[in-house]
Each structure stands twice: as C-alpha cells, then as structure tokens.
C-alpha cells in the first residue's frame, strides 16, 4: 500500500513510538522545572515587549478593517483543542476558500502583516497560551485539526506529536523553518520529544533569537 517509501516512514514511526514511551517515564522533574521556567519567562517577556505590542495593535487597526488579535483553534496536548492566539496578519477574508497553509509571498497578508509575520512578533501573545497551560515555550507548533488528520493519513505516527505540549518554537522551526515539508518537521518534532533536556530548550530558545533578527524563513 504504501511503498517503499511507507515502509520506511512506519518503521521510523514504531521506532519513535518505543523510544518516546520509554522517554516520557523520566520527564517528572524535568516538566516541574520546564513549567517553572516558561511561566518565569513569559510573563517577563510580555512585560518587556508590551510597548512594541500596544504600537503593533495600532498599526494593525489602523490599516485594515478588523480585530486586532486573532484566534484559531488547534490541536493540543494529546489531541485536546484549544485557540491559540495571534496578531492578526492577513485581511479578514483570507480563508473565504477554505482553510490553507500560509505560502511564501503570501498575498493575503497584509504590509503589517509582512513585518510581523517577519519578526515573529504575531506570535507573542501565544505566551497567554503558554501561561493558560495550553502550550510550552518549546515543543512541536500545534497544528489545526484538518491538517493533523490529512497528515495522520500521510505520515504514519504522525499524532505521536501530540504525546507533549505544543510550543511555541520548537526544533524544526529553527533548523527548516517554513520551508521544511510536513514529513521532515515531524521528524525534527520526534528528535526533540526523544531528547528533550534543558540543555536542547535553551538551545532552540538562543537559535529562535537569531531566526528573530535574522527573518529567516518567514512568510
């Protein structure tokens, strides 16, 4: 059915399953710490950066017609919904067509949403999500539900994913970025869960500085 190619993918995908449920049984103190970190960090971030949101939100208002913040439901920790919250980027008819994948040089975006998106600075007010619990600082990016179960049907093991909190960075968004295919973020998303340790948190957080300054792969 699947091909070489399938076979490949399932076998990798029971490799990642025995070597997660192996992993997760040594995750206790490293989640109390994880937690204590992020919620330390995301309220002092958000206190730092609240001048640049309160101008950003302005701008946004200013240029088009709409909400200033916007909220979609995602995918969570063991398949759990939730809405994480962003900035909004694009006009407020960018899904008329249904839902899609934002493309590089998208034309629903708006200039604003240009720079934000650009800065990552439409992500920040998902440190709320990060405090409310529904997400960590790192961790696989939370997917919408269409896309998790078209994936789901693509990748074998797919939902694995889902074993942790999603983030917001995580180790595929600073080594593929936006230009990384599905089946290659999930695997960047499987080696971080193998490996998690604050050591590999505090790297992904210094490398998402420089994906910050630099724009790298933003879209």
Request: glycine share 8%.
């Amino acid at each position: 059915m699947y091909g070489r190619s399938g076979l490949r993918m399932r076998c990798k995908a029971a490799a990642y399953q025995s070597d997660s449920q192996a992993r997760t049984k040594g995750w206790g103190f490293y989640s109390f710490f994880k937690r204590l970190f992020e919620v330390v960090f995301s309220v002092s971030l958000l206190l730092f950066i609240l001048p640049v949101l309160l101008l950003t939100a302005a701008a946004i208002k200013l240029e088009s017609r709409g909400p200033i913040f916007y909220k979609q439901e995602r995918v969570g920790l063991n398949g759990r919904p939730f809405h994480v919250i962003k900035l909004r980027s694009m006009r407020m008819d960018a899904e008329k067509n249904g839902p899609q994948w934002a493309s590089k040089d998208d034309p629903r975006v708006t200039r604003v949403g240009k720079f934000i998106r650009k800065t990552r600075i439409d992500e920040v007010p998902q440190l709320i999500n990060v405090l409310r619990g529904d997400m960590s600082l790192i961790g696989p990016r939370p997917e919408r539900q269409v896309f998790t179960d078209k994936f789901a049907k693509e990748i074998p093991g797919f939902k694995q994913r889902l074993i942790v909190k999603p983030g917001l960075t995580g180790w595929a968004q600073v080594n593929g970025g936006y230009e990384a295919t599905p089946e290659e973020k999930f695997e960047m998303d499987m080696y971080y869960i193998q490996k998690q340790s604050f050591l590999l948190d505090m790297k992904i957080l210094v490398r998402t500085v420089w994906v910050v300054l630099s724009g790298t792969g933003a879209r």
